[in-house]
């Protein structure tokens, strides 16, 4: 095979690319019905090389979702349950004893995957937590002092559920902002319910996605096109200011303790960068950095307890933010 050429046939070509990426949405939708924001939000982190936080109560089809994504981009994904017992070694992988040659050997954990999705990250304890930072942002895992790569690409993509908060342990805000985005999976609307149910009336079985019609449709080779693509968009002065110009109005906002850090101007440049290439443009434009501003910033602000009392939220604060800053024209 053409080292260029993925199994799904792709060149890596950026046109071929984009509209590779584009068929993911029709792919994924024959597994995981009205759900086109979140794939939308999942295929941005991977041109970002960045992660996920999936937030929504359970049953939304958070799991569903990325394995839906790992099959129709031909990706390794693996799923760890995270629990209050959980060990970061079970995370990672470890040294362990081999008596036939009197010599320990490293096995693998299930981060060394290209999709890891962990489930329910808030119900470990924070040192379990913390043994994804260092995959998440070295891109690899060290054990025994000795550092092993992670597979390209690498996308971590953690649930939590934001009504149950007994016997959890909430991610702390430095933990929050390595996370790219967060996004919310909504309950469907009344339609989307009737077809998911009909689905499953007429034979739908969620745990084999090829009976689904599921196939791959992108490859590793559309991701790294997309990505050299996506680098060469343009980003003029007065966008970059005007990203600045909002990150600043959160670190001034009488209802926020916290404001977005530098990392989060930059999260936010990227990930707008990323859309404007996906929307067919190689540029970026205002409407660019607010369709991705919610996302991007709602887990790297944090409310004062009186705004939360009166019923403001992140995202209604942010959302105040982008009415008020002035938009360059």
């Given at each position: 095979?053409?080292?260029?050429?993925?199994?799904?046939?792709?060149?890596?070509?950026?046109?071929?690319?984009?509209?590779?990426?584009?068929?993911?949405?029709?792919?994924?939708?024959?597994?995981?019905?009205?759900?086109?924001?979140?794939?939308?939000?999942?295929?941005?982190?991977?041109?970002?090389?960045?992660?996920?936080?999936?937030?929504?109560?359970?049953?939304?089809?958070?799991?569903?979702?990325?394995?839906?994504?790992?099959?129709?981009?031909?990706?390794?994904?693996?799923?760890?349950?995270?629990?209050?017992?959980?060990?970061?070694?079970?995370?990672?992988?470890?040294?362990?004893?081999?008596?036939?040659?009197?010599?320990?050997?490293?096995?693998?954990?299930?981060?060394?995957?290209?999709?890891?999705?962990?489930?329910?990250?808030?119900?470990?304890?924070?040192?379990?937590?913390?043994?994804?930072?260092?995959?998440?942002?070295?891109?690899?895992?060290?054990?025994?002092?000795?550092?092993?790569?992670?597979?390209?690409?690498?996308?971590?993509?953690?649930?939590?559920?934001?009504?149950?908060?007994?016997?959890t342990?909430?991610?702390?805000?430095?933990?929050?902002?390595?996370?790219?985005?967060?996004?919310?999976?909504?309950?469907?609307?009344r339609?989307?319910e009737?077809?998911?149910?009909?689905?499953?009336?007429?034979?739908?079985?969620?745990?084999?996605?090829?009976?689904?019609?599921?196939?791959?449709?992108?490859?590793?080779?559309?991701?790294?096109?997309?990505?050299?693509?996506v680098?060469?968009?343009t980003?003029?002065?007065?966008?970059?200011?005007?990203?600045?110009?909002?990150?600043?109005?959160?670190?001034?906002?009488p209802?926020?303790?916290?404001?977005?850090?530098?990392?989060?101007?930059?999260?936010?440049?990227?990930?707008?960068?990323?859309?404007?290439?996906?929307?067919?443009?190689?540029?970026?434009?205002?409407?660019?950095?607010?369709?991705?501003?919610?996302?991007?910033?709602?887990?790297?602000?944090?409310?004062?307890?009186?705004?939360?009392?009166?019923?403001?939220?992140?995202?209604?604060?942010?959302?105040?933010?982008?009415?008020?800053?002035?938009?360059?024209?």
């Amino acid at each position: 095979m053409d080292p260029t050429t993925d199994n799904a046939g792709n060149t890596g070509d950026p046109g071929t690319a984009r509209a590779s990426l584009e068929a993911l949405r029709a792919e994924i939708a024959k597994a995981v019905v009205g759900q086109d924001p979140a794939v939308t939000g999942l295929v941005v982190a991977l041109l970002c090389r960045g992660h996920v936080l999936l937030e929504g109560v359970p049953g939304v089809a958070k799991t569903l979702l990325v394995r839906a994504l790992a099959s129709a981009l031909e990706l390794d994904t693996k799923r760890v349950q995270f629990t209050p017992d959980l060990m970061p070694s079970d995370v990672t992988g470890s040294l362990v004893y081999d008596t036939r040659t009197a010599e320990f050997s490293f096995q693998p954990g299930p981060v060394f995957t290209n999709l890891l999705l962990a489930d329910e990250i808030n119900r470990t304890p924070p040192k379990t937590q913390s043994s994804l930072l260092e995959a998440m942002e070295e891109r690899q895992v060290t054990v025994d002092g000795t550092p092993r790569p992670l597979p390209d690409p690498f996308l971590v993509a953690a649930t939590q559920n934001p009504v149950e908060y007994e016997g959890t342990y909430p991610l702390p805000e430095a933990q929050l902002d390595r996370f790219l985005l967060k996004l919310t999976i909504p309950l469907p609307s009344r339609q989307d319910e009737i077809d998911v149910l009909t689905r499953h009336a007429e034979g739908f079985n969620p745990r084999d996605l090829r009976a689904a019609g599921v196939r791959p449709v992108a490859g590793p080779a559309d991701l790294e096109a997309a990505r050299a693509a996506v680098a060469k968009t343009t980003i003029s002065p007065a966008i970059t200011a005007y990203v600045v110009d909002i990150c600043r109005a959160t670190r001034e906002s009488p209802s926020l303790t916290l404001g977005v850090s530098p990392r989060g101007a930059t999260a936010l440049l990227a990930t707008a960068r990323a859309w404007a290439w996906l929307t067919g443009r190689d540029y970026v434009i205002p409407d660019d950095v607010k369709a991705l501003a919610l996302p991007t910033l709602r887990h790297r602000v944090q409310l004062r307890p009186e705004a939360e009392m009166e019923g403001v939220t992140a995202d209604s604060v942010i959302n105040a933010i982008l009415a008020h800053v002035p938009v360059p024209r």
